[in-house]
């Protein structure tokens, strides 16, 4: 003897127990992105920028206000010479996050890659101003400088060959400028 199947109950799910299971995938979820930029920082660190970019444009469409995958992205176009899109995405960070220094840093040194000296400064003295602890802006703040002297020793022994002063400060200037910098975080 067989018996006729029971029906399957009906199950409606009510909007809190919706958002239950909708925060849930959410939370299962964010290891996929934290994923996508383990993933970026190794192809980065490779030099595989193609691939690197790739990983951050899925977490950035997933999550776009995601600050760490836009800045991975500006250092992925520093790295691809793509500056000014690389300005673009660290002005935009500054603009929403403010208290990070790193963006204002990140924003100086392609700034003084331009030559566009006064610039740099100030995002320097705002990453200072956001972060006064953080010793990387500091340093190139001091490269900045030891730059700008150096170059104006040059014009100064230009205009007057004979100037030992200004040619003594001019290695000096010089020399500060060829020491190695640490490695630091980017």
Not at 18 to 44: E, S, T, W, Y
Not at 71 to 91: C, P, W
Not at 123 to 135: F, K, T
Request: hydrophobic share 45%.
């Amino acid at each position: 003897m067989t018996s006729a199947p029971l029906p399957q109950p009906r199950f409606r799910a009510s909007p809190t127990l919706r958002a239950i299971v909708a925060g849930l995938a959410m939370a299962v979820a964010v290891p996929v992105f934290a994923d996508n930029l383990g993933d970026a920082q190794r192809l980065i660190k490779r030099g595989d920028y193609a691939q690197a970019l790739e990983s951050v444009n899925a977490q950035l469409a997933e999550t776009p206000d995601e600050a760490k995958a836009r800045f991975l992205k500006g250092v992925i176009l520093t790295e691809t010479n793509q500056t000014d899109d690389a300005i673009a995405v660290f002005t935009k960070l500054t603009e929403d996050y403010p208290e990070m220094p790193e963006p204002y840093n990140n924003l100086a040194v392609l700034y003084a890659r331009q030559k566009l000296y006064d610039k740099a400064r100030m995002a320097l003295e705002m990453a200072i101003q956001a972060n006064p602890s953080y010793v990387v802006a500091y340093e190139n703040l001091g490269d900045l400088h030891a730059k700008q002297a150096s170059q104006a020793y040059a014009k100064a022994v230009q205009l007057d060959a004979n100037g030992k002063s200004a040619k003594l400060k001019l290695a000096l200037a010089n020399d500060l400028l060829k020491t190695p910098a640490k490695p630091a975080g980017r």
